[in-house]
């Protein structure tokens, strides 16, 4: 399963899409619409020295996470204020109108960023109350201003000022959405709220604790793993019906945000949620149809490859239980920054010096990882709950992929673009080019190891990313009434076309309902098979070129997503993951590399008389460390059991 969710708050937006930027500083202009008195206490903001990819002229406010308060706007002054600047229409000159417009996208900016604020200590604090109602209310307020800004902005755009609103937005495709905007119904809102609490719920009961009758009595997750008196079957046969009980609730949810959903798209003249996320949400330029051709190449050149990957990869001890606070990871990644390319490290010295990370154990966060937009603060926050093994430190790479490019845009939230499928390249494309200084990251001798293992979970990502879009496409698609048996008799059927080899009753089938993304971000999974995909043949250019393949992934991270995926491939420089053969071409590229890699390191064994003596003495210590080994496995995996079983994710 893949975890790293990069999310952006794109409530505001309604239909924008489409990017031209005002250069936005939280400013006393936003200290207006504060609660109180409240004031913005920003450090001297620093901005960017500027270098071969990036501008001087971003905005960074130098403001330390801890530093960051939560101040929500005041909504009287608020809404008082878009009654007034309605009224500029008829009043203003051009110049009120353009100044309306900044002070709008100010406001909305400082909005989007106390919710990430909020949302990332209710992340944390999971079972908090008092956060979760303000995360909701948050939202609910953002939709129905967001609606009426809209409307203000098409009027605007309708009036004798649309020629001078015009200029200074500087796009014709952000202008056009605008004008195309229609008023949010009643029905709509009600919609966005239902969705919103439907998607709480679903965290919550993630999160909780699941309970159900078994032989007239009462069994939790909680009580299965404080009985002692069970034997191993009884243990798992308990275990798996508190597991489907978990499918079965989890997906009685889905059912009614799939209702949602496609409602929503109805009412916006889209057949089906599924065509509208990939159009408006995720702005993708391929469609339901480029998709059915890219999983046929993907079951006919990933799948197999990606069997072959999983076999030989051993599992490593080592690895397995590298289980480092966020502090040492945070070492362990950052000598490797600046090798990769020296323009990275501004942004890397940005998130360490301002502590803008959560990224330790807590039982009461919520699982998964992702980098959130401060757009006020001109930065970014990276959230992860650690598997506590290997996987961590490559999550802070992944992340920090992400927040590299959030830093240097200079994007606000009416401006930017949700664009998955190019983002997920910005945090793959880098993993990949970490491979090189694996052993520095990892431990000495461990890169051979890491590379099986990052491969692995790339090609896993292309065939899970093709599953569960695959799945969705069928659900939001699905012509009567959805029911339990039948959503998981889909995912059996989808997954199985995939490889997946699940028996029919099996756990296997029941946990898609664990992957957050198909509630919280539906139709986003094929961006992480799409980019991974790119993301590949960024690393087998650099088995060519390595100084080619770094500025081809640097260059890329100056895309903020207002291209589309294929577009923005072409202007880099890459092949169309879509065309014929290349597919193909990338499967053959990573065998490859992967052949060529054990080539090397098979050759400088032989090549080196000292290695081949410590190669002996390996081989006698082996025999010992398979018997200590074997223990300490078992012990792992009975740790990795009991937690599994705690966060309900056990299969
Ligand atoms: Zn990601």
């Avoid at 195309?180 to 604790?209: F, H, I, S």
Wanted: negative net charge.
């Amino acid at each position: 399963m893949k975890k790293s969710n990069y999310r952006t708050d794109n409530k505001i937006k309604g239909n924008v899409n489409k990017i031209k930027k005002t250069n936005t500083v939280v400013s006393v202009i936003s200290a207006l619409f504060i609660l109180g008195s409240a004031v913005l206490s920003l450090a001297q903001p620093v901005y960017a020295q500027g270098s071969d990819y990036y501008d001087d002229d971003e905005y960074h406010a130098d403001l330390d996470y801890s530093d960051m308060e939560i101040q929500w706007i005041d909504e009287d002054a608020t809404d008082a204020y878009i009654e007034e600047a309605r009224k500029l229409i008829e009043t203003g000159t051009d110049e009120d109108i353009i100044k309306m417009y900044d002070k709008i996208d100010t406001l909305v900016d400082y909005m989007s960023t106390m919710h990430v604020l909020n949302e990332i200590r209710y992340n944390c604090n999971i079972n908090n109350e008092e956060y979760a109602e303000l995360s909701r209310h948050m939202s609910e307020y953002t939709t129905d201003l967001g609606d009426r800004i809209l409307i203000l902005l098409r009027d605007v755009l309708n009036s004798p000022h649309a020629d001078a609103l015009k200029a200074h937005i500087n796009d014709d495709e952000i202008v056009e959405s605008l004008l195309e905007y229609e008023d949010m119904t009643d029905e709509e809102k009600a919609l966005a709220k239902e969705r919103d609490e439907l998607v709480q719920d679903y965290e919550k009961l993630l999160m909780g604790d699941v309970s159900t009758e078994i032989d007239g009595e009462t069994w939790s997750f909680e009580r299965l793993n404080n009985d002692e008196d069970l034997s191993y079957e009884e243990y798992y046969e308990m275990a798996g019906i508190l597991y489907k009980e978990l499918n079965t609730q989890l997906a009685t949810i889905y059912i009614d945000l799939v209702k949602n959903l496609n409602r929503q798209a109805e009412l916006m003249d889209y057949d089906n949620y599924a065509v509208y996320a990939y159009e408006e949400t995720f702005g993708r330029d391929y469609d339901a149809e480029d998709a059915e051709g890219l999983y046929e190449n993907v079951r006919k050149y990933i799948v197999p490859l990606d069997k072959k990957i999983q076999e030989d990869t051993k599992y490593n001890f080592k690895l397995e239980t590298l289980n480092l606070s966020g502090e040492e990871r945070i070492a362990r990644v950052a000598p490797v920054i600046s090798k990769i390319h020296p323009d990275l490290q501004e942004a890397w010295d940005y998130l360490t010096d301002h502590g803008l990370y959560d990224i330790d154990s807590s039982p009461t966060k919520l699982q998964g990882g992702y980098t959130m937009a401060l757009y006020s603060y001109g930065s970014a926050f990276i959230y992860d709950y650690p598997y506590e093994n290997w996987r961590d430190i490559e999550t802070v790479i992944h992340e920090f992929g992400h927040y590299n490019e959030t830093f240097h845009s200079k994007d606000s939230v009416i401006t930017s673009v949700h664009n998955v499928d190019v983002a997920e390249i910005h945090s793959q494309g880098l993993e990949l080019l970490c491979l090189e200084y694996a052993d520095e990251i990892y431990g000495d001798g461990l890169k051979e190891a890491v590379t099986y293992n990052v491969l692995g979970s790339m090609t896993n990502s292309i065939i899970d990313g093709c599953i569960y879009d695959a799945f969705q496409h069928k659900v939001y698609t699905y012509e009567g009434e959805l029911t339990v048996e039948e959503l998981n008799r889909m995912f059996y059927e989808t997954a199985n076309s995939f490889g997946a080899e699940y028996e029919p009753d099996s756990l296997d089938v029941y946990g898609w309902v664990t992957v957050t993304h198909t509630f919280e971000q539906p139709m986003y999974y094929i961006g992480y098979a799409t980019s991974a995909l790119a993301a590949l043949d960024i690393l087998a250019m650099s088995v060519e070129n390595r100084e080619a393949a770094i500025d081809c992934y640097m260059h890329l991270t100056t895309y903020h997503g207002q291209l589309g995926f294929r577009e923005t491939l072409d202007d880099v420089g890459l092949p169309d993951i879509f065309d014929d053969g290349v597919v193909e071409d990338i499967s053959i590229a990573v065998e490859e590399y992967i052949n060529g890699k054990s080539k090397i390191s098979a050759l400088s064994v032989l090549k080196d008389p000292v290695l081949i003596v410590s190669v002996i003495i390996i081989i006698a210590v082996v025999i010992a460390i398979i018997c200590i080994r074997a223990k300490a496995r078992k012990e792992m995996k009975n740790r990795q059991l009991q937690q599994d079983q705690q966060n309900q994710q056990m299969y």
